[in-house]
């Protein structure tokens, strides 16, 4: 297999296990508002989690390897000019830094359960938007302001969505913790 070959193959890897990230992550959003809404969690729905973040990894591994696999190709064929000329480039590398970092940060809870969710959704869309759209013809910093806005917009969207499906609990734990529970631990 020649070095073109290999990068088409990297790039078609890429697209499917983002495709396969993208749409995990939206399902564990998903299921995770809801048991938000609800107050608590059940055992059948901490093993659906403990599926669906099992495939969100293997959808990482794999992106992982195609962006080391593009890093490859471009210092191999380019010498490092393609960093310097496509923000795009940078910018997904910076965002999938941020999605990587915010998994480990999030399995060993190291951040909060109200932020995490804010950095993985937000950051799996803008990737799979940089995944796909290769030229934007901007520039790093501009793409980089672009980012940290749809972030707080996601922040804003999935905080007020956190109390729209809270109001009705007496304590808004939102970390689908059970009132109950938690109020047996004070007890």
């Avoid at 990297?10 to 396969?20: D, E, F, P």
């Avoid at 729905?45 to 099992?54: A, D, F, G, P, S």
């Avoid at 909060?112 to 959704?121: E, I, K, Q, Y």
């Avoid at 734990?173 to 109950?180: E, L």
Wanted: contains cysteine.
């Amino acid at each position: 297999m020649n070095e073109i070959e290999l990068y088409y193959l990297t790039n078609l890897i890429r697209t499917y296990a983002v495709g396969l990230c993208l749409g995990v992550s939206s399902l564990a959003m998903t299921n995770y508002f809801c048991m938000v809404a609800k107050g608590s969690t059940e055992p059948a729905e901490n093993r659906m989690m403990h599926i669906v973040y099992t495939v969100l990894r293997i959808g990482m591994a794999l992106a992982v390897i195609t962006e080391i696999t593009t890093f490859a190709y471009y210092y191999h064929v380019d010498n490092f000019v393609y960093w310097t000329d496509n923000p795009e480039f940078l910018m997904r590398i910076t965002i999938f830094c941020v999605i990587v970092i915010n998994a480990f940060a999030m399995q060993y809870g190291k951040i909060s359960m109200w932020l995490g969710p804010v950095f993985a959704g937000g950051s799996w869309y803008a990737y799979f938007f940089f995944s796909v759209w290769i030229e934007t013809e901007s520039t790093y910093s501009t793409l980089l302001l672009g980012y940290l806005g749809w972030l707080t917009f996601m922040f804003v969207f999935l905080g007020c969505l956190r109390l729209y499906l809270t109001r009705n609990q007496k304590m808004r734990i939102g970390d689908g913790a059970s009132v109950s529970a938690n109020i047996a631990v004070n007890s």
